[in-house]
């Protein structure tokens, strides 16, 4: 059985990435875990009474386990809910290590927000497990139709593969191929990830993306004239402090994408 994982915050009720979360446990079958932490961090600390605060905090996210359970319940699903006090990305990187996969709320575009400096990424950075972003206009899918992001890197064939169980179930694939060498090669990497999709029975199909000015532009527009309800994408395929810097499609696709980003990061934290 699966494990999966949703970062539930304090303001968190019936919002995309709950929804989405408990759709896709429904279809695979598996265990969910609605997960809040009471984050021990400065600014709590420099309020009068900050064990007061704490532990009101962590009897209302008690207090919220019915309302857990009864939505869980009425969708078929397997679920707990936990609620953990301490440095909130040490908690979440602790518990999500445990998980297939962590699901977390997308900012809303324009929220001002940066995700690249936010908690999630910083999770995100440690490599402890995939993660899944939902912004809050996507509806709860199940991961049908995927688009693949593929430029023969290992951060991208980190995460073409720890996307294979949903990738195996959806009814539709497509693959963006783009960012060959100079001499218009991607070495054998592309037909390794051929090979890798055919050996697990997935149907696909293969879009070149060679000498586009925006591939993050680009990504999504495929994402929508396919109608996916998934992006599979390796995070911060340059170094993330570049990446961070200067911008990129990781990046942009964080502060602009339209439907869920299914992340994985390099183990090294470039490629």
């Given at each position: ?63 919220r386990h019915a309302w857990w359970s009864q939505m869980c319940r009425a969708r078929g699903v397997d679920a707990q809910w936990e609620v953990r006090r301490g440095v909130y990305r040490r908690v979440l990187m602790r518990r999500a290590s445990l998980s297939d996969v962590l699901i977390g709320r997308l900012h809303p575009i324009g929220s001002g927000i940066p995700f690249g400096t936010g908690l999630l990424a910083r999770v995100l950075m440690s490599r402890v ?143």
């Open positions: 059985m699966m494990e999966f994982l949703i970062d539930v915050r304090s303001d968190d009720a019936d919002t995309a990435h709950v929804r989405f979360g408990i759709e896709l446990s429904r279809r695979f079958h598996a265990r969910l875990t609605g997960l809040q932490v009471i984050a021990i961090d400065a600014t709590v600390i420099a309020l009068p009474e900050p064990l007061l605060v704490l532990e009101d905090e962590e009897t209302f996210a008690h207090e497990t995939p993660m899944i972003l939902v912004p809050d206009t996507s509806g709860p899918s199940g991961l049908r139709r995927l688009t693949l992001t593929w430029n023969g890197s290992a951060v991208s064939a980190r995460a073409i593969r720890a996307a294979l169980p949903f990738i195996g179930r959806a009814r539709s694939v497509t693959v963006l191929a783009g960012e060959r060498d100079s001499r218009g090669r991607r070495d054998d990497g592309d037909r390794l990830v051929r090979d890798l999709l055919s050996r697990h029975g997935i149907a696909y199909r293969w879009k070149e993306l060679d000498d586009c000015p925006n591939p993050a532009e680009a990504i999504m527009d495929i994402a929508d004239e396919t109608r996916s309800d998934g992006i599979v994408m390796g995070a911060w395929g340059r170094s993330r402090l570049r990446e961070l810097a200067l911008g990129g499609t990781t990046r942009h696709l964080l502060a602009h994408s339209r439907c869920p980003l299914f992340l994985s990061a390099c183990c090294g934290g470039s490629a």
